[in-house]
């Protein structure tokens, strides 16, 4: 008997794995929603499923990697039982291209409205066309974003304020994958936040590929990306209630002094920066396409410093990218103790089909790039080491996210996002904000005491 994959039939379940960053984990709580709103329930265990999604990332190799090897397991599935699949997300074109031969259903996250109707006709794939680094048009995305998200999380939410990107650093992918940069309306923007803070969210982060970069694209028919940050602390002043907001990622070239006035002057905007340099080399970062150079990342740095004193900082860096010395990685190490990070997502370079830099040597040998990530995760271990332990002593406010994998013990971030652990077992503490008291410090962590009652001052901005 052919199952009726419209999902009317009782029990149809969906199963569907998120790859990348955290824009596509925005976009995957769309694609739920949708999905259930076609009569399917979520299932945690893929071999209970009828319908398996990916939403994947063609930004890194290692991600698309994991795409062939679940589908051809899930294909071998299909000889035994009745199951559709299908691949969304962030897709280069050459991946597309091969997808339509190993998925039922191949679309862009623009395209979700068709989806109810590709699963009508379900066994055929549906022939995309394929479209490199045209925008697509702006009623997609715009229809996209209107889709009522399935959130995840009961207390911390994402909210994309923007897609694609414009800037076409060399190593990236992303331009061809998400397209031109499209800034989504202010409007919807703050009627999405004040939805999740009347429902008691308490950490939001604004997502776009270049979130400062906000507005640009609509200069005269849309406010600026200080502007938008200054009207949710304007909102958050008001509500009455206690909540953070961030955003990521900023680009270097676009980060105006407004933006880093804007948060020193709303206490709902959350004291940490994520500002990714990618290099501490002037002529890698030339390589890159940066836009930027080292003297501009160093002055916005200071103007953080300088209005943002208690904020953590953040980064992205690549190790190895075509044509790097070994000087020029010490620039980076440099970099790395000059500016004193809380965290550094750090990555060995790989080119990827399609970005400027994949038509290069990778001239950098593996065991050079392990060296050189290993090396700079112990100079970012020293500073983070270093910095936990001017905590020791201080009380923090603290979001507690999560049990903490020490038994008997929960674990949460401070507003600079600092990972603590106290001890306790009260379950109905996560989710809320507490005060702890730093009693001991590791190189990415710290542990404190519960506070019942404040006694002390707080440090709020950290």
């Known amino acids: 008997m052919r199952l009726d994959y419209s999902g009317k039939k009782n029990g149809m379940k969906y199963h569907i794995i998120t790859l990348g960053c955290q824009m596509n984990s925005s976009d995957s709580?769309?694609?739920?929603?949708?999905?259930?709103?076609?009569?399917?329930?979520?299932?945690?265990?893929?071999?209970?499923?009828?319908?398996?999604?990916?939403?994947?990332?063609?930004?890194?190799?290692?991600?698309?990697?994991?795409?062939?090897?679940?589908?051809?397991?899930?294909?071998?599935?299909?000889?035994?039982?009745?199951?559709?699949?299908?691949?969304?997300?962030?897709?280069?074109?050459?991946?597309?291209?091969?997808?339509?031969?190993l998925f039922d259903f191949v679309f862009h996250t623009n395209e979700l409205n068709l989806f109810p109707e590709m699963l009508k006709n379900?066994?055929?794939?549906?022939?995309?066309?394929?479209?490199?680094?045209k925008a697509r048009p702006h009623v997609d995305i715009d229809l996209f974003w209107l889709i009522k998200p399935n959130y995840q999380n009961k207390f911390e939410a994402y909210i994309p304020i923007q897609n694609g990107c414009d800037k076409f650093c060399t190593y990236c992918a992303v331009p061809y994958t998400r397209g031109r940069e499209v800034s989504r309306s202010s409007d919807d923007i703050l009627k999405e936040l004040e939805r999740l803070v009347n429902l008691n969210y308490k950490s939001i982060t604004l997502l776009g590929q270049n979130v400062n970069s906000y507005g640009l694209d609509k200069k005269g028919s849309e406010i600026s990306f200080a502007q938008l940050l200054a009207q949710i602390g304007e909102f958050g002043f008001k509500s009455g209630k206690e909540f953070w907001v961030y955003f990521t990622s900023p680009h270097p070239r676009d980060m105006g002094e407004d933006v880093i006035q804007t948060i020193a002057k709303y206490k709902h905007l959350g004291k940490q920066i994520h500002l990714p340099v990618q290099s501490g080399d002037d002529k890698v970062l030339i390589r890159m396409n940066r836009q930027h150079g080292m003297s501009e990342y160093r002055k916005i740095?200071?103007?953080?410093?300088?209005?943002?004193?208690?904020?953590?900082?953040?980064?992205?860096?690549?190790?190895?990218?075509?044509?790097?010395?070994?000087?020029?990685?010490?620039?980076?190490r440099k970099a790395m103790h000059e500016f004193r990070y809380n965290m550094a997502y750090i990555a060995m370079y790989s080119p990827r089909p399609g970005a400027a830099s994949s038509r290069w040597d990778d001239d950098i040998p593996l065991d050079i790039k392990k060296e050189r990530f290993h090396a700079l995760s112990e100079d970012l271990r020293l500073e983070t080491s270093a910095y936990n332990k001017t905590m020791i002593g201080k009380i923090y406010r603290l979001l507690v996210r999560d049990t903490d994998?020490?038994?008997?013990?929960?674990?949460?971030?401070?507003?600079?996002?600092?990972?603590?652990?106290?001890?306790?077992?009260?379950?109905?503490?996560?989710?809320?904000?507490?005060?702890?008291?730093?009693?001991?410090?590791?190189?990415?962590?710290?542990?404190?005491?519960?506070?019942?009652?404040?006694?002390?001052?707080?440090?709020?901005?950290?």
Not at 43 to 65: M, P
Not at 306 to 314: E, G, I, S
């Open 29 to 101: 709580e769309r694609v739920q929603t949708v999905i259930e709103s076609l009569g399917f329930s979520a299932t945690d265990n893929e071999n209970d499923a009828d319908l398996i999604g990916i939403i994947a990332c063609s930004v890194r190799q290692k991600a698309i990697d994991k795409v062939y090897s679940r589908v051809y397991k899930w294909n071998k599935w299909k000889n035994k039982r009745n199951l559709l699949t299908f691949v969304s997300g962030c897709i280069l074109p050459a991946d597309k291209e091969k997808f339509l031969k």
């Open 301 to 332: 740095v200071d103007s953080i410093r300088k209005h943002l004193p208690d904020a953590t900082l953040f980064t992205d860096i690549i190790v190895g990218f075509t044509g790097e010395t070994e000087e020029q990685f010490e620039n980076t």
């Open 405 to 462: 994998r020490k038994m008997g013990y929960l674990s949460g971030q401070t507003e600079g996002k600092i990972t603590v652990r106290f001890k306790s077992d009260d379950l109905a503490l996560i989710g809320q904000f507490v005060n702890v008291k730093i009693t001991s410090a590791a190189d990415f962590s710290v542990q404190g005491d519960l506070i019942q009652v404040l006694e002390t001052k707080v440090v709020e901005n950290v």
């Open 122 to 133: 379900y066994g055929i794939v549906t022939p995309l066309h394929v479209q490199e680094t």
